[in-house]
Structure formats: C-alpha cells, structure tokens
C-alpha cells in the first residue's frame, strides 16, 4: 500500500523559513501533478501550490514570491520552500499526488497524513 510521507513541519516565528518533503512509501510507476494544500482550524482544505512532471507551477494568490514548489522526478518527491512566513500560513499541510502504482493502471489522488505548520508572532 502506497503511502506519502511528509516531513519538515514545526513552529517557527513570523518571517522564519520552513521546507515540506513528501515522497511515497513503496514503489510507483510515476508520478503525474504533485501539490501541497493545507488547512487552518474552522476552513477548509485549500490549494498552495501544485507541479506537474514537465516542471510547470501553480500557486495561490497569498503565497506567490514567499513559497516555492519544487519536485525530484527521479524520487518522485515534491517540496514546499516557505519563506518568509506569516501567522496566517499557520495550518496542517498535506501533501497530494497522482500516483500510477501499476503499469496496468492509472494515476490516482494519494493524500499525506499532513504536517503542522506554527507560525508565532
């Protein structure tokens, strides 16, 4: 069974850096779009920022010129540079992915048991 392990959580004070890893636990076949979302107490799970294989990026709105997504395609890994961090990016982080497990089948979403992310004024 597939699983995508995450790492790199903690508290940090405001306009510290954090980095996000997330690999899958098993082996893959391939990865397609990987991304990280996150969700504060009391709203709901929204997008930060996703890859594709190819490289291209997409990020929300409140993160653009503080976090950057990255990914290894060779360790089907993808990872989130956070910068300049504020309190309102205090949230549990999960990581997504499309993965293909089988040469047969096709990707499917996984989901990270997430990570939390403090940030303190």
């Known amino acids: 069974q597939v699983q995508l392990v995450e790492s790199g959580g903690g508290l940090v004070q405001a306009g510290g850096s954090l980095r996000l890893s997330c690999t899958p636990s098993?082996?893959?076949?391939?990865?397609?779009?990987m991304g990280w979302y996150r969700q504060a107490p009391g709203e709901q799970r929204e997008l930060v920022a996703t890859?594709?294989?190819?490289?291209?990026?997409n990020s929300a709105d409140s993160v653009k010129g503080r976090f950057t997504i990255s990914r290894d395609n060779a360790k089907n890994t993808v990872y989130l540079q956070m910068n300049s961090l504020k309190p309102e990016d205090t949230a549990v982080y999960y990581c997504?992915?499309?993965?293909?497990?089988?040469?047969?089948?096709?990707?499917?979403?996984?989901w990270g048991q997430g990570t939390q992310v403090t940030v303190s004024s």
């Open positions: 890859i594709t294989s190819g490289g291209d990026t």
């Open positions: 997504n992915a499309y993965l293909r497990t089988t040469y047969w089948g096709n990707h499917r979403a996984y």
């Open positions: 098993g082996t893959i076949v391939s990865a397609n779009v």
